[in-house]
């Protein structure tokens, strides 16, 4: 099973990951290092994009 840093983030918002684990999906993201060019969403590590690019 995979764990939380090794989905996407469009996988953990699908699964109400953001909603249930607000302070650890702040840690998913801050500070943003990579976005995403489908969605806009950001992050530290680029695995957790589907589209990464590098900020």
């Known amino acids: 099973m995979e764990t939380a840093t090794e ?3 469009c996988a953990l918002q699908e699964e109400g990951y953001i909603e ?3 302070e650890a999906f702040k840690k998913l993201i801050q500070p943003a290092a990579h976005f995403c060019k489908n969605c806009g969403r950001s992050a530290v590590r680029d695995q957790n994009l589907c589209n990464p690019e590098k900020l």
């Open 20 to 22: 249930s684990e607000t």
């Open 7 to 9: 989905k996407t983030l």
